[in-house]
């Protein structure tokens, strides 16, 4: 059997390379620009679909601050800015020592309403190195947050002290936290939207409920 391949001749090896070249071109102009770049200068790129699988760089930020179809509003918050104004003193009961029994263990799930353009606070109590995980989660729409802290104080007037533990825009977060002191520890909600937004909040973890707040 002869296995030899066939010879072929100068000019058939340059009209292949020619041809390769030129299939390269087309690829390039039709499929990898409008694909890849968004270069469509034929316009056979969206007429072959390959347009539909350009993404700019525009629109992966503009996906990057949506949550669920929803806009994050901007955001730019400072180390500085969380919790209490610096001037405010540390109450002396924030430095109490942590009692030998916490709060028994329970689980509690709460709906929210956070009328439109208004925000409101929701808190439970907590003494010292208790022990909270939670998550939280919007019907619609974006809310600022921030959970916090404020100290039981045996003063008649509050100091108003208090520190921040997460802050932020979001429609759904979870998390956990330790009381470093004893107080009302919780939640401001901020909706900044001209609709009311719900928020489902589940809360496990050593506290009390606190009654008469906003919620149903």
Do not use: C
């Not at 391949?5 to 390039?28: D, E, F, H, M, R």
């Not at 056979?44 to 350009?54: I, V």
């Not at 802290?149 to 429609?171: C, I």
Request: aromatic content about 10%; glycine content about 8%; proline content about 5%.
């Amino acid at each position: 059997m002869n296995n030899s391949q066939p010879n072929l001749s100068a000019k058939q090896i340059k009209n292949a390379t020619l041809l390769a070249l030129i299939s390269a071109v087309v690829i390039g102009v039709v499929a990898v620009l409008p694909a890849q770049y968004g270069k469509d200068y034929t316009g056979l790129g969206k007429l072959l679909g390959f347009s539909r699988l350009y993404v700019s760089h525009q629109d992966t930020e503009a996906k990057a601050t949506q949550t669920n179809g929803v806009e994050l509003p901007p955001s730019n918050f400072l180390l500085a800015e969380l919790g209490s104004d610096a001037k405010t003193p540390k109450p002396k009961e924030a430095d109490l020592p942590a009692p030998t029994q916490q709060f028994e263990s329970r689980m509690d799930s709460v709906k929210i309403t956070v009328p439109a353009g208004k925000g409101l606070e929701y808190k439970i109590l907590v003494l010292k190195h208790g022990q909270v995980k939670y998550d939280w989660k919007t019907n619609k729409g974006i809310l600022f947050f921030d959970l916090h802290g404020d100290v039981k104080e045996n003063a008649a007037k509050n100091s108003g002290y208090y520190e921040s533990y997460t802050v932020g825009n979001s429609n759904n977060l979870a998390g956990s936290f330790i009381a470093p002191y004893e107080g009302k520890h919780g939640w401001y909600f901020k909706n900044r939207t001209n609709e009311e937004i719900i928020v489902n909040l589940h809360v496990k973890g050593e506290y009390q409920m606190i009654e008469d707040q906003h919620s149903h």
